[in-house]
């Protein structure tokens, strides 16, 4: 399966995931989990999505290696802020022992977005040797 199908496919589940939440969150009236949900629609869901596009539009042999690390790093990112959230604010862990895998799970999609960025650039720069527009698709 191509990266970019695989992004869009773990992006979709995101959405699905949230969605369950925030109807969960609304028919029992309790919206504790509002932090939680925002994140599995905006990291999960959201940028999952963009990366899909950015795959599909932009990025020209990106190197199979470092995809594949910018995608399992994200994934990876996600699922762990989308858990230490959950319990966090489900009331499950205390702050003081999830905190530090949250500020790991936000460390690891900030190394995956400076991924793409080098990937964007390093795609825009090869076109522009080949002799075509960076923008151009082929």
């Known amino acids: 399966?191509?990266?970019?199908?695989r992004f869009l496919i773990w992006g979709l589940c995101y959405a699905a995931?949230?969605?369950v939440l925030g109807?969960?969150?609304a028919m029992s009236g309790n919206h504790a989990q509002?932090?939680?949900h925002a994140h599995i629609l905006m990291v999960g869901f959201v940028l999952s999505f963009v990366y899909a596009l950015i795959h599909r539009l932009w990025l020209h042999e990106p190197g199979r290696g470092i995809a594949n690390t910018q995608f399992v790093l994200h994934q990876l990112a996600a699922i762990v802020l989308t858990v230490g959230l959950f319990l966090f604010y489900g009331g499950f862990v205390a702050e003081a022992k999830v905190g530090p895998v949250l500020g790991i799970g936000s460390?690891?999609?900030l190394a995956a977005m400076l991924l793409m960025l080098y990937m964007a650039i390093r795609s825009g720069a090869a076109t522009a040797v080949?002799?075509?527009p960076a923008t151009s698709q082929t």
């Not at 399966?1 to 199908?5: C, H, S």
């Open 17 to 19: 995931l949230g969605m």
């Open 1 to 5: 399966m191509n990266i970019d199908r």
């Open 130 to 132: 080949a002799g075509r």
């Open 34 to 36: 509002m932090v939680t």
């Open 107 to 109: 460390l690891c999609v």
């Open 23 to 25: 109807i969960y969150m």
